[in-house]
C-alpha cells in the first residue's frame, strides 16, 4: 500500500473479512440488571487479530465504537453490542449467608442462594447466556458446593474457573426464574 504524505491523517483498511455470527443476550445478575447483546464467531484469519478500536454496525446502521483485544486464530472473537432493552431482570436473594449451623467436628455451614426473574420483550424467541460466579478457594478447610443445577449448564472454562454459564431460550413475553446456589463449609480453627 502507498500512502501519500501530507497533514491530514489517513485510514487505510487493513482487513475486511465476514464471519458467520451467533447472537445472544448475556446476563450476568451479580454485576448489574442490564442484559447485553453479544455477537461471537470463530475467528479463521491466519495472523492475529491486532487489539485496537472498533466501529461497530447493526443492521446496517452504526451502533458505536469499542476497543478490542488480541484474537488468535481458532480462538472466538467476541463483539459487545451494548444493552438490550427489550430484556427485564429482578434479583433478589432470599437466603444470604448466615451461618446455618455448627457441628461438634468444628464445621460452620454458610448457604447462599438467589433468584433471578428473567423476562423477554422480543417478539421472538431470544438465546441468552446466563453466568454466575461460584466462589473459590484454595484453603483445605474451606469446601464450597453448588446446590442443585438448573438445566442448560455449558461445560467450565478452564481459563475462568468459578464461572458458571447456562444456555436457555426466553420465549417471547414470557419471564423465567433462574436459582443459583452453594453452600460454603468452614473448619474452625
Given at each position: 500500500?502507498?500512502?501519500?504524505?501530507?497533514?491530514?491523517?489517513?485510514?487505510?483498511?487493513?482487513?475486511?473479512?465476514?464471519?458467520?455470527?451467533?447472537?445472544?443476550?448475556?446476563?450476568?445478575?451479580?454485576a448489574g440488571s442490564q442484559a447485553?447483546?453479544?455477537?461471537?464467531?470463530?475467528?479463521?484469519?491466519?495472523?492475529?487479530?491486532?487489539?485496537?478500536?472498533?466501529?461497530?454496525?447493526?443492521?446496517?446502521?452504526?451502533?458505536?465504537?469499542?476497543?478490542?483485544?488480541?484474537?488468535?486464530?481458532?480462538?472466538?472473537?467476541?463483539?459487545?453490542?451494548?444493552?438490550?432493552?427489550?430484556?427485564?431482570?429482578?434479583?433478589?436473594?432470599?437466603?444470604?449467608?448466615?451461618?446455618?449451623?455448627?457441628?461438634?467436628?468444628?464445621?460452620?455451614?454458610?448457604?447462599?442462594?438467589?433468584?433471578?426473574?428473567?423476562?423477554?420483550?422480543?417478539?421472538?424467541?431470544?438465546?441468552?447466556?446466563?453466568?454466575?460466579?461460584?466462589?473459590?478457594?484454595?484453603?483445605?478447610?474451606?469446601?464450597?458446593?453448588?446446590?442443585?443445577?438448573?438445566?442448560?449448564?455449558?461445560?467450565?472454562?478452564?481459563?475462568?474457573?468459578?464461572?458458571k454459564r447456562w444456555d436457555l431460550?426466553?420465549?417471547?413475553?414470557?419471564?423465567?426464574?433462574?436459582?443459583?446456589?452453594?453452600?460454603?463449609?468452614?473448619?474452625?480453627?
Amino acid at each position: 500500500v502507498t500512502i501519500k504524505t501530507g497533514a491530514d491523517n489517513r485510514r487505510v483498511a487493513l482487513l475486511d473479512q465476514t464471519y458467520a455470527c451467533k447472537a445472544v443476550v448475556v446476563i450476568d445478575p451479580a454485576a448489574g440488571s442490564q442484559a447485553m447483546l453479544e455477537a461471537s464467531a470463530l475467528f479463521l484469519g491466519d495472523q492475529p487479530l491486532v487489539p485496537g478500536r472498533t466501529q461497530l454496525y447493526r443492521d446496517g446502521e452504526f451502533a458505536g465504537t469499542g476497543q478490542m483485544q488480541t484474537v488468535l486464530p481458532g480462538e472466538p472473537l467476541r463483539v459487545n453490542f451494548g444493552t438490550d432493552p427489550a430484556i427485564r431482570i429482578a434479583r433478589k436473594q432470599p437466603v444470604n449467608g448466615k451461618p446455618e449451623g455448627f457441628n461438634w467436628f468444628g464445621w460452620t455451614t454458610r448457604r447462599y442462594r438467589w433468584e433471578t426473574r428473567i423476562k423477554s420483550g422480543h417478539p421472538a424467541g431470544w438465546p441468552v447466556e446466563i453466568r454466575e460466579h461460584l466462589p473459590q478457594s484454595d484453603d483445605p478447610d474451606v469446601t464450597i458446593s453448588m446446590g442443585e443445577t438448573p438445566d442448560g449448564l455449558l461445560q467450565d472454562d478452564p481459563e475462568q474457573p468459578g464461572l458458571k454459564r447456562w444456555d436457555l431460550k426466553l420465549e417471547p413475553g414470557k419471564s423465567r426464574t433462574m436459582v443459583f446456589e452453594y453452600t460454603i463449609k468452614q473448619k474452625k480453627s
